[in-house]
């Protein structure tokens, strides 16, 4: 039997929640436990999949082809796990599942209500990821802020089970916010108690109270938070802000939280943690030897969620080679072909974002073709490779009307065309091509030296794809399709040797990027952007000291 560790939170939303389970976790799976983390949604979505990023942030694919919350992507990026459909739930999918039962007569006789049978089903999932003796430790994020009227079934089922378990197989953890006044010099613990308060309202009571502040909390706070909150003093633990998300696992460790609720959970046997490859990391993070600028185009870029695990990637492949990856926003609605080199002047290297829809996209082949031209490493992902795809047959194959159906309907070229099984989909949720589909690689290309094998798996989220009649055409002009799907042959990845660096691929390779393991695709394009910005200095140092001869 697993034990469960539950994660509320107090006061105000964005306290990170998320990165507090991930950093609990991390720390338990560093001393020897199996764990893993999932998300409880309250909303009525049954996925966020149709939710628009501006509303969302980023829509975490799984490999199992699970459309989630972003929080999942920390918990991957933190423990180096794959998590699954299991792993994230919302009020929409507990409803759907109970109104399906309901349908086909399993509660005949009964009223169908939210306690007991909502509740019931919130258990079952709750608890699913603990059986099978697959897990130690099952950490449970419920979303959502307490005393929200959506999340109150959770916090329900988050009652009952802390009864119907042996009391030290649950521990929950509420994490909550010490403002600080800065007229009175002051942090105030009156929010964290009226939080656990109306925590304790409902029947919850947390053993464990995790304190976001900007100032460190003395023991006097401590004492004060622990005798308001019925907890001890010892399960008060001060989450200070970091410099890094990957920082708190540390920050965690020295204030013991992974202690306490191993104490708390009667486990006395446990090792010293192993985090020499996780301090490593956060080691070249802290003190890069240089630095490179990369351009993200994008559409959402006001919401640096909407590109979480694309940014969380670059902080990886950065550490990979000692450099600091300074990220510029380029909105790609307002590149035009006048403007596209005073707004990409001193990039050391392009990305061109996923996405959808029309909006932007001129913007994005503009920015494409500045990059082919001027031998600028470009990388685009997705919707960023259907454009460099789109880009070459304007401007190399001469198609001035290329374009993909996605954004054009009619056009006479198609050359990024929607996937014939995608034709026959009507639905919106959950219907894209989506999650991990094996890749063959061709050998001698750019695609085999930064993977250094033929075959790989990478996961997935489209409708399009590119038009394999052009496949010849692109081909015998110097654009090499170096990765395609062996089953189906889809074109997953398209690169130019004549370029410095510049490639293109079909699937979301930052969604498999972790601490301990970064992504290949995103460590080369570093590594070439860093190569960029040294043979720019190199040329400037020249010419100046050409000046001074
Ligand atoms: N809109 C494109 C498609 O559906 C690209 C999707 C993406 O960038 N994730 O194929």
């Known amino acids: 039997m697993a034990k469960y560790i539950f994660v509320t939170g107090g006061v105000t939303s964005s306290l990170g929640k998320g990165i507090i389970a991930a950093s609990l976790a991390k720390l338990l799976q560093a001393r020897g436990f199996r764990v893993t983390i999932q998300k409880l949604d309250p909303y009525i ?68 209500q939210v306690v007991p049978h909502i509740t019931d089903e919130i258990k079952r999932r709750m608890t699913l990821l603990g059986k099978d003796d697959q897990f130690d430790i099952v950490i449970t994020e419920i979303g959502g802020t307490v005393g929200d009227i959506e999340s109150l079934p959770f916090i329900e089922a988050v009652r009952q089970l802390q009864w119907e378990l042996p009391e030290e197989d649950v521990v929950v953890v509420h994490l909550t916010l010490i403002p600080y006044l800065r007229a009175a010099k002051e942090l105030k613990t009156k929010p964290t108690q009226h939080s656990v308060k109306m925590l304790s309202e409902t029947g919850v009571h947390p053993d464990v109270i995790v304190c976001r502040t900007e100032e460190p909390l003395n023991n006097d706070i401590k004492r004060k938070i622990a005798l308001f909150c019925n907890v001890k003093v010892e399960a008060v633990i001060e989450a200070m802000d970091a410099s890094t998300i990957y920082e708190v696992p540390l920050l965690m460790l020295n204030e013991k939280l992974d202690l306490y609720c191993m104490k708390k959970l009667g486990i006395t046997e446990f090792a010293e943690p192993k985090l020499d490859k996780w301090i490593g990391f956060l080691d070249r993070l802290k003190y890069p030897k240089s630095k490179v600028t990369i351009g993200l185009i994008g559409k959402y870029i006001e919401l640096q969620d909407a590109y979480k695990s694309i940014l969380e990637s670059f902080i990886h492949a950065g550490a990979m080679n000692d450099v600091k990856v300074q990220v510029v926003n380029i909105h790609s609605e307002y590149i035009t072909q006048e403007n596209v080199s005073e707004k990409l002047d001193g990039l050391d290297g392009l990305l061109v974002a996923p996405g959808f829809g029309h909006r932007g996209i001129e913007g994005k082949i503009f920015a494409v073709q500045y990059a082919r031209e001027h031998g600028l490493p470009f990388f685009g992902i997705c919707l960023g490779m259907q454009m460099a795809v789109i880009e070459f047959a304007r401007n190399i194959l001469g198609l001035k009307d290329a374009h993909s159906t996605e954004m054009d309907v009619n056009t006479s070229n198609a050359v990024i065309n929607m996937m014939e099984l995608q034709k026959k989909i009507t639905m919106k949720g959950g219907t894209m091509r989506l999650g991990a589909y094996p890749c063959e690689i061709k050998k001698g290309t750019l695609a085999e030296k930064i993977y250094g094998t033929n075959m790989i798996s990478e996961r997935h989220r489209h409708r399009y794809e590119f038009n394999n009649d052009y496949y010849e055409q692109f081909e015998s002009n110097g654009m090499v399709m170096s990765g395609k799907n062996p089953e189906t042959g889809l074109v997953e990845i398209v690169e130019l040797p004549s370029h410095p660096f510049f490639i293109g691929v079909q699937y979301h390779p930052e969604l498999k990027s972790t601490v301990e393991r970064p992504a290949p695709l995103f460590v080369s394009f570093i590594a070439a952007a860093k190569l960029h910005n040294e043979k720019k200095s190199a040329v400037k140092s020249h010419s100046l000291q050409d000046a001074l001869i």
């Open 45 to 112: 979505n049954v996925d966020p999949g149709t939710l628009n990023p501006y509303e969302h942030g980023e829509c975490f694919v799984t490999e199992d082809g699970a459309e989630t919350d972003l929080d999942l992507g920390h918990y991957e990026r933190f423990l180096s796990i794959f998590t699954s459909q299991a792993n994230n739930v919302t009020t929409g999918k507990i409803y759907q599942t109970v109104i399906n039962k309901e349908r086909a007569g399993d509660f005949l006789g009964k009223t169908v």
